[in-house]
């Protein structure tokens, strides 16, 4: 043992000889190696690793071996997960000791440090949502916290090798390009009123961000709760911490004297036009499609019947369940697919798993989740079969085909669920549009028109509240 | 129509109008638009776009739409294999036409020229093994072509962002930064002697290019047959071409009045130094594992047994093969199992696929052949079974484990093939090493001693002939 460790700590010594006073040397390590149990989840080999190190680093920056937890998205890993595996640090040394856990409760943190168990709190992901966590605790401001909501998309940007993207910070990454700072803003550059139609993710940060530049802002509705998507989809399994990209807009929202929402109300283009706001933005999402069409599928299947035994997403999200034995066909290939089936076996639905990918939400590998939502299918008994696009469905059986063959095989299914692909819905957007392109000479001036976020292209809930906010900066700074 | 290829057309007129007589302007547009079917590869649109945009260009450059076959590995797709699709163009253009299809053969390029399918010959990867190949023609050289074997080892080193590497050219990617140029090579610094132990591509390229430094060379076989393992592994389905990596290094070892081959020759540490040559490079290669150590499982499985219902490929290459049932265990994720796979098949015996990886041959996404691998075994009526370990194997059934969940399943089987890891065969080189390192003060002068290969590290084919190519460019040069 001494043996093994020789590399490390002469590392530590020398680097502490050559830098001498001028600052401290912190050291990373895994506070278990792998080989445990949930029991016992650290060796007795890294333990004595560390009492032999233990006083030689000025501050211990410990994580866990296994990075998908570490790195884990909410919907498998809730926060300071890291816990019961690196908790017995800090009892063989005297050094400061730090972790990480997608800390973003200040009561969490507080409580590890009473605890014991940390001295400092890190976090990555949730500076990503909000590099100001640290002094909006300090400063009492804890309910304008951007709370990271775990869903990795910034882990999605280094896997892909693309700039960084948040979910619930728009301008994380845009610092320097565009000049965006995550809090300051600035003020509006005319007293012009603005009608915002939707409030999902993009809505509620356009309207957000014009509010807090001191615009005035009426935010219509067409449900009875404010969210959008966000909302539905912060109900299915394991994603509840999704809804604090509604949260966080709502909180604000709700100080702001000059914004006014109004929910319940479904515009159409006369209603929207007769409020004489001089911009409009509409923010009405999108849905998802029964055709078949998605990423595998590049034309919509033929023999897709009957209706009663068909469902998307959008009918999961208001209650219309199937019965008995139900084919989800996954051709979006990121967590949807996933959650709904999982959402469907919680209700008593049997379930076949179908996807042209070869993995269960391929895309997930993108954010270090995929091989977590396979295992969780296979363990809730999901059947699952890879590498197959869906032929037909005629009411008793689904005809799948394999995408490196084209054999076919049917399988028995009462239901089939299309998690395919979306497209927006634009039509109040489109009715609008008509009315003021056939305005007449001479008539009254008419409003500027936008459509933002899934109803102008359905894509990642980050996406909608990039372009709510990008509405928002960019209002009257070209007119 | 007339609209659809209005972007292009312009591009190209414009591009010209702004180039003027400077240069010649070239097209690279693909022939068929995916769309087609094997009688009829080419859709009536795509064949009416080239007859619109015929005369404009200054040259085609055709190519087709599906790249996995434009750019296929030897294995499953042969030489000219463009032909039967882009073979119309030149029907519909006066301007001269040029394509690619890993041409090697100066007769099939006299051949395509002749019947006015193409004026020029484009080669890509046949420039990457040879860069002098149209020198080499014009000079009546062709026994001197380092033809490309389509193992596209060269795009893998594209998929995974590293330096390119060449099966048969170990000077690709190194004429910069080592000054390797693939053709001259520095005189012998003196009069030494050198033995080279085993003559596969390692031991090949090591005397070939000794040999062409002017050093005296002994090359020595232990087998009957020159080649090593790309003798044995040519001969495997599909992989003839792999043959030239021999080929090539032999015709060119045989006329080299400085090299004596002796075949049949399995040297002892005694033999080896009785022969007084002043360096020593043992080139023996590696062997398959029989263990079950792999990628997947870093430890042996134990409860491999009965030894006669177990096999590795190195006993498929001599002949011993499996009877009944097999499973193929692939935890090499290479091409290996597959090709494994396919030769059990043609020999009758009913194979299972199993893999850890969720795609067979998942490395082949590299070099862009793992499509084609999986496709192939289906067809075949290989049944594959992806996500699983192999746990452990009576002699009638193995033990699958799940490598997602740990859920273990029986298969029945008569025999497991280990496609896992290999190890090096490096007795020879260890007890040289040990009676040279014994020689007392006073004794004859000892030979510098070395091993190159797949008996120093085993890897790809590529990395045994760069070994080999090294050890003959640094020999002399530091001492």
């Known amino acids: 043992m001494e043996n093994r460790v020789r590399l ?7 680097t502490k000889d050559a830098i001498g006073d001028t600052c401290a040397v912190a050291v990373r390590m895994s506070a278990d190696d792998g080989t445990g149990t949930l029991e016992h989840p650290v060796s007795d080999d890294r333990r004595e690793m560390f009492e032999i190190l ?10 866990i071996h296994n990075y998908e937890h570490e790195m884990g998205v909410s919907r498998f890993i809730k926060e300071a997960s890291l816990e019961n595996t690196m908790n017995y640090v800090k009892t063989i040394t005297s050094k400061p000791v730090v972790t990480v856990g997608r800390f973003t409760s200040p009561d969490t943190m507080v409580s590890q ?3 014991g168990i940390v001295d400092f709190i890190g976090a990555a992901r949730p500076s990503i949502a909000d590099p100001f966590l640290p002094m909006k605790i300090k400063e009492g401001r804890g309910d304008e916290i951007r709370e990271c909501i775990g869903c990795n998309i910034c882990y999605a940007g280094d896997s892909l090798g693309v700039p960084i993207r948040c979910t619930q910070n728009p301008t994380m990454g845009e610092e320097w390009r565009r000049g965006w700072h995550p809090e300051r803003i600035q003020p509006k550059s005319s007293d012009a009123t603005v009608l915002v139609v939707g409030s999902g993710p993009a809505g509620l940060e356009a309207t957000r961000a014009l509010g807090q530049r001191g615009y005035t802002v009426m935010l ?22 999704w809804g ?13 004297p000059n914004v006014d929402i109004f929910l319940d109300n479904n ?3 006369d209603d929207a036009l007769s409020i004489g706001a001089e911009h409009i933005v509409i923010a009405t999402g999108s849905k998802w499609r ?15 019947g009957p209706a009663e035994k068909l469902f998307t997403p959008d009918d999961i999200f208001r209650g219309r369940v199937p019965q008995g034995k139900a084919v989800v066909f996954d051709d979006d290939h990121y967590y949807m697919g996933s959650v709904i089936a999982e959402a469907l076996v919680a209700q008593g639905v049997e379930v076949c798993f179908v996807t042209p990918e070869n993995l269960v939400s391929a895309w997930g590998v993108m954010t270090d989740e995929q ?9 809730l008994g999901v059947q699952i079969i890879t590498a197959h696009g869906l032929e037909s469905f005629d009411g008793s059986s689904a005809r799948l085909s394999c995408v490196y063959t084209e054999q076919t095989r049917e399988i028995e299914a009462d239901a089939v669920v299309l998690v395919t692909a979306r497209t927006p819905v634009d039509d109040l957007y489109k009715e609008i549009a008509g009315k003021i392109g056939s305005a007449g000479p001479g008539s009254e001036p008419v409003p500027s028109l936008d459509k933002i976020g899934d109803c102008d292209a359905p894509a990642i809930i980050a996406a909608a509240v990039y372009a709510g906010h990008r509405y928002a900066r960019e209002l009257g700074a070209m007119g």
Chains 1, 2 share one sequence.
């Open 290 to 304: 029964a055709d078949g069409f998605g990423r595998y599928h590049e034309k919509p299947c033929l023999n897709l």
């Open 371 to 379: 091989y977590q939502t396979q295992q969780h299918l296979i363990q």
């Open 267 to 269: 515009l159409d283009a």
């Open 54 to 63: 233990a006083e030689i680093p000025d501050l211990w920056d410990v994580n």
């Open 113 to 115: 440090v009473r605890r």
């Open 220 to 241: 219509a509705e067409a449900s009875t709760e404010l969210g959008g998507r966000v909302t539905l989809e912060s109900r299915l399994p394991g994603l509840s911490e």
């Open 244 to 256: 604090r990209v509604r949260d966080y807009r709502v909180n604000l929202i709700q100080t702001m």
């Open 8 to 14: 490390v700590r002469e590392l530590i010594e020398e």
